[in-house]
């Protein structure tokens, strides 16, 4: 296998790998342009003209429910993705730039955070928010949301390697106060960090489902995962539902992967923190 | 949590030539600065953890015919929910049915990251064929896990799956993949699907970040390509397969999403066919917060003894803590 420059071994197993994971989502374009009829009756990848009919009909289902479970799930990831940047940005830059008591106890409980299984916390968190009649709102999603302990983690990290004790003294000589400093030095050195905080958070938010399912029962709140689930739920009375939950599901993945291809440089990942110190 | 009450001071200037006071103003910025998230840590972490804990320790007594208000007071139940929650004939095949969807998962995913890692690092395939890979696997992370798993229940449906067309086509009855003897694995295939591409960039950017200089004097000493993996690459990058495996061992656990999204699909998945779905159903099913509180805090018990002993076993802790 040596001193050969190209391998056919390492391309067939790359295509093979991009074959599996592109086959479904290949398929849900295919079956989005079937009739009811023909998705259970034609062959699997054998694409039909119905694509323009079934979006009118998603378009068209209670109103176009649908458009609003999207716009309820851009609102939970964006703004709960950038509240817990900031709060993280913040958090992080404390805990790498500043000696004070009680520091490392705070790392250490954050760190056990990273750990907590956050589903777990899921049926306790709605309990405490129904005593307070926070339930079935939009800030029983978005609340929890804000707090990321893997987000304060990561931003620590970032804020160590970017930002120079020697500038943060410069400006406390020039007598800059610290919530300026924070806001027009140290953030904007730790942007690209914090992009990737802030989409590592955006994903998160976006594919959550038991959290939103648990908190909300106004399906005008849902976001699209508890809505196309719901959705399919009513497939097995009415099969004709299932060309809606298969056009929903092409339609809910557009914007994600859009963003992917476009912010692809920012994806990044080390877990353990040892390539993104500087 | 008593750190969030300080308040941020003021951001005035401090008076020139006054460093000691300049240095006492700057003692509570930190405290500032960790405020929201030491609130929200406490709220929505902290608190939900010690509440789960306290009702669990909870029951209610029905006191009468257990009409009206006061016939019903909650009191202290000892470690009745949990024996309760341990014996139930539900709960030991659920925690089975996950060990054996975390034994099929974790290793596959984290296999097929790894080896995908290498052969994307290891440079061996023309360059836009590598970069068309690496974008294909990573996609499945931008779909959200009810959506992939509301993919992938419609292509195991017999009348739908291309395996069983092909299958018909030859001859053969093709396999129904929700039956019950392979639920568990079309549910695990789901998780796989979801989770391989993301660990892969995990571990490619851990073996970016190696200097490419360590390997070529073992490649002009003539090591092979495989040796230089087993020996050099998979050692460095062994930090990142040990936090990957650590993150998939706790996503594992909480399967939730995946089967029950596929339950309409799939007759095979009960209500309590994982822990966290029994937990869900005797909260909201069955209205027994006490009981889905106790098996919550086995869940969440049984995830730090795995996570920890599996870090302590391994000799490493959490997180590069020094700086």
């Known amino acids: 296998m040596h001193a050969i420059k190209r391998s056919k071994l390492a391309t067939l197993l790359l295509i093979l790998g991009a074959a599996y994971c592109l086959l479904p989502v290949l398929w849900v374009l295919i079956a989005s342009s079937k009739s009811a009829s023909e998705l259970f009756s034609t062959f699997t990848l054998m694409p039909s003209t119905h694509l323009w009919d079934n979006l009118v009909d998603l378009n068209g289902y209670r109103d176009g429910l649908y458009w609003r479970w999207m716009a309820n799930t851009a609102l939970y990831a964006g703004v709960g993705a950038a509240a817990s940047t900031l709060i993280s940005a913040m958090a992080g830059y404390a805990l790498a730039k500043f000696d004070f008591p009680g520091k490392s106890a705070v790392f250490n409980t954050i760190l056990a955070g990273v750990l907590v299984p956050g589903v777990i916390l899921a049926i306790p968190q709605y309990l405490l928010l129904a005593k307070l009649g926070m339930t079935n709102t939009y800030w029983a999603v978005l609340l929890p949301s804000f707090i990321s302990p893997y987000g304060i983690y990561l931003a620590r990290i970032f804020a160590a390697a970017s930002v120079p004790t020697e500038i943060l003294e410069a400006t406390r000589i020039d007598g800059s106060g610290e919530w300026r400093t924070l806001g027009t030095v140290v953030l904007p050195m730790m942007r690209t960090g914090l992009v990737t905080v802030f989409l590592f958070q955006f994903v998160a938010i976006w594919n959550n489902f038991m959290l939103p399912y648990i908190m909300l029962g106004d399906d005008r709140l849902y976001p699209i995962t508890v809505g196309l689930s719901g959705l399919l739920n009513q497939g097995a009375s009415q099969p004709a539902m299932y060309t809606a939950v298969v056009t929903g599901a092409l339609v809910s993945i557009v914007p994600l992967i859009a963003l992917f291809l476009t912010l692809q440089r920012y994806w990044q990942v080390d877990l353990a923190a040892g390539g993104v110190k500087a | ?323």
């Open chain 2, 1 to 323: 949590m008593s750190l969030t009450s300080t308040a941020p001071r003021k951001t005035e200037a401090p008076p020139a030539g006054s460093p000691r006071r300049r240095k006492a103003k700057r003692a509570g910025t930190p405290y500032g600065f960790l405020a929201p998230a030491m609130i929200l840590f406490a709220a929505f972490l902290a608190a939900p953890i010690f509440y789960a804990a306290y009702l669990s320790l909870r029951k209610v007594k029905v006191s009468g015919l257990g009409l009206g208000s006061k016939s019903r007071t909650e009191i202290w139940a000892g470690l009745d929910n949990y024996t309760r929650s341990l014996t139930d004939p539900e709960f030991l095949p659920s925690v089975g049915r996950v060990g054996a969807y975390g034994l099929i998962v974790v290793p596959t995913m984290l296999g097929l990251a790894l080896m995908f890692a290498l052969l994307l690092d290891a440079n061996r395939t023309r360059e836009s064929i590598g970069k068309f890979a690496r974008i294909s696997i990573f996609l499945p992370y931008a779909v959200p896990a009810v959506v992939a798993s509301l993919l992938w229940g419609f292509l195991y449906l017999p009348r739908v799956s291309p395996i069983n067309d092909i299958a018909e086509a030859l001859g053969f009855a093709g396999p129904n993949l929700l039956s019950a003897d392979l639920t568990l694995f079309a549910v695990a295939n789901i998780a796989i699907w979801g989770g391989t591409g993301f660990n892969m960039i995990v571990i490619y950017t851990a073996l970016k970040a190696v200097p490419t200089s360590l390997y070529e004097s073992a490649r002009i000493d003539g090591a092979s390509e495989m040796a230089i993996a087993w020996r050099i690459k998979i050692p460095i990058v062994m930090p990142s397969l040990v936090m990957t495996f650590v993150f998939s061992l706790i996503a594992t656990l909480q399967v939730f999403a995946e089967p029950m999204t596929l339950r309409p699909l799939a007759n095979t998945i009960s209500t309590t066919w994982t822990p966290l779905m029994k937990v869900y159903r005797d909260a909201f099913a069955r209205n027994d917060i006490y009981a889905a509180a106790a098996t919550s805090v086995i869940i969440a018990l049984a995830t730090f003894i795995l996570s920890f002993g599996f870090l302590k076993l391994v000799g490493r802790r959490a997180f590069n803590q020094e700086d």
